[in-house]
């Protein structure tokens, strides 16, 4: 891979935001075995990357050598500071932890990543109704945070309360109308609690996901079975509209050239339809 | 005591594998299986289900109703289930695996119980000389669910089976597991697994 690629590879992953963390630390270990200035400030930036990489895979020497760098280059900045306090997370150091970010609050009372971290470490520790409470608290003032829904969505759904979870998608689709993903997972719930009207809501939603993105798999699988799990109804002709979902699904299988795979998928829409 | 079941080599590798892909997350799947006359269950294969919302039915229904069909291809059937917790500490059932091996259980048409299994977190690690997982069995009623110890030769190939898997994810061979989520995401991934099962094959029959 070239040097560029590897850099490149790198800012994606920090922009999507995506959890490799070894990976992150074999790419960063090329990037910096070669001509780091070639970097620029771009270097802090991927200091910081490696750090929590470095913690994510319980390489606490390497994460300590990443952050005293940056302690050194930006020793006034919140950022760095916070990074210091992840530290002591991941040494278990819970109450120093709170502590330091407590302090460092004082001076940042809107700083969100901060007010995050203390919610992390109650998810750390297992404390979940406490969490529950702070995200859901957090969330009042920072209401267009998506990775924080996503976070609260998740915690609902590990108390299996898909009432809830769903509240917090339905909060991500006002933020972001347009993403299939939230869609399907959003009818995925609605599956999930049941009922006729939840299942022709949840029918709907992954119609809508479908026509954002045609290739979305649980989109289609869920459409088909939600139309199939419905009675049919004057206008709403599941029959048809299960019809089309399974000639897509068949058609992307074939598609694979998979013969096995083709066969498993037909028999099982066979079989789905036979249980209704 | 407990119920009587073995454990394959295949199967045993597939489920570390998928708690190694995703060190951060709970991850699930179902054990593949037959039952002798006597009502021992043999556990041959793994199929990892979910990295995502384990319990959320579509996609399980989804999955679960391919798995079945696949399995009575090779004249087996969804005899058990295994789970990986995401919290270090926390290396028990929850509501989420009981109600998925009930379900199971529902499904199942020979005479014996599931067997679930949970991903001991504590244990798995690359030098560790102990079964990293725990096996729980239904109690009478049905209930619920005990732990039971492991006995000699219940996992096929022993230590040497641990020693492979932890070769496996040294190589980093964890990193191409394939679970239903990859499947969806990706319909060209296939939750079959069959390289890994050929490699574990491979390297088992070689040892005898």
Redesign the interface.
Known sequence: MSWESVRDELRLLRTTGC?ES?KVLRLGKTLLSGNVSKLGDEMWTLYEQLFIAAL?CGRQLEAESYVVSLETQFPDSVRVKTLRGMMMEAEERYEDATAWYDFLLESETTNAPIRKRKITMLI?Q?KFLDAIKELTEYLESFMSDQEAWLQLS?LH?KQ?DYKRAAFCVEELLLVDTHNHLFHQ?Y???L??M?GTDNLDM?RKYFAQSLKMNSNN??AL??FH??CISLPKKKDRDTEKWADWAEQQLLQ??KA?G?H??VA??Q??LR??RQSQ | VGMKFSLSSVAYSKVVLHACRYP?RAVNGVLLGSADEGGALRLVDAIPLFHF?L?????L??AL??IE??AR?VSLQIVGYYQANE?L??SSPD??AYRIIDKIRENMTTPSSPVLLMVHNWKLGLTNDDIPLKAYHPTHEGKTWKKQEWEDGQLEGGLATLRLVSGLVSS?EHEKLVDFDTH??D??Q?WLNPEITKAVQLASTSRE
């Open positions: 959890r070894e994510d750390t297992r998740e759904m299996m997972h009818a995925e719930l599956y999930t049941g949840s798999l649980r699988y869920g079975l939600a992307k299988y694979l998979d096995n795979k498993i998928v028999e099982m079989t789905i | 951060h919302a319990g959320l039915a579509p996609m229904e989804v109703s391919q069909i696949y291809t919290h500490e926390d509501a989420i980093k969806l995401n319909i060209t296939d």
